[in-house]
Each structure stands twice: as structure tokens, then as C-alpha cells.
């Protein structure tokens, strides 16, 4: 149930160009996500970028990519089915576990919303 299978993930050039092309930004805190619904899929995927700029050290970077990606996974029923999500973390400051988690709960409830608008809008 609160598995990240690959299926699950945004993997190759083809889906990683449409979401960068189609997709919308937005800013919450100290993420950056880009974002696309519908993804041409039943579930939700996405992906996970932190930069070099800010963490030259690569332990650092993938720490910080553990903990958005564990915080996805415990939230990804709180994300709309069929969408494609980017997160990049945009700080220089490491944030705690609890921290990136409240944040990705709060994108989810905003992507809800968004969704929902679109959705009723076509």
C-alpha cells in the first residue's frame, strides 16, 4: 500500500520533457513543483530533484531526496490519481523529516483543489 513501485515514478526523457514542456508551476515554502493532470496513466507519478547549487555534497542531496520521496509515499493517496508531480527542493537550509512532510501534505490539498477546478471548468 505505501510502497513507491517504479510504475509509480517519472523515469525516461519522453515523460520527463512533456511534464517540464505542459506542466504548471507552483511554490510552496521552500519546495518548487511542476506538476501535470493528466498524466495518460492510472496512477500518480513523480520524481525528485534537489540541486547541486545549493548541496555540493552528494549525501546531503540525497538525504533531502529521501525525505521527499518517503514523505510522498506516506501521503500519495492524498494526491489526485493520474497526475505527474516534480518536487525540487529550493533552499539551502536542510529541513527535518516532519517539516518536508507537512509541506508535501499541504502541495497535495492544493493540487486537490486545482484539480477539481480544472476538472469542472472542461
Request: glycine fraction near 6%.
Amino acid at each position: 500500500m505505501f510502497t513507491l513501485p517504479k510504475k509509480e515514478r517519472i523515469h525516461g526523457t519522453q515523460a520527463v520533457s512533456r511534464l517540464l514542456a505542459k506542466g504548471r508551476y507552483g511554490y510552496h515554502g521552500a519546495l518548487k513543483y511542476c506538476w501535470l493532470y493528466p498524466n495518460g496513466e492510472e496512477e500518480s507519478r513523480m520524481m525528485v530533484s534537489v540541486s547541486k547549487r545549493f548541496f555540493k555534497r552528494a549525501v546531503k542531496r540525497n538525504l533531502l531526496k529521501r525525505r521527499l520521496r518517503e514523505s510522498y509515499r506516506l501521503q500519495k493517496d492524498a494526491f489526485p490519481s493520474g497526475l505527474d508531480i516534480m518536487f525540487v527542493y529550493n533552499t539551502k537550509e536542510i529541513l527535518e523529516s516532519r517539516e518536508i512532510y507537512a509541506l508535501v501534505g499541504e502541495i497535495a490539498e492544493e493540487l486537490k483543489t486545482k484539480v477539481s477546478s480544472d476538472a469542472q471548468t472542461v
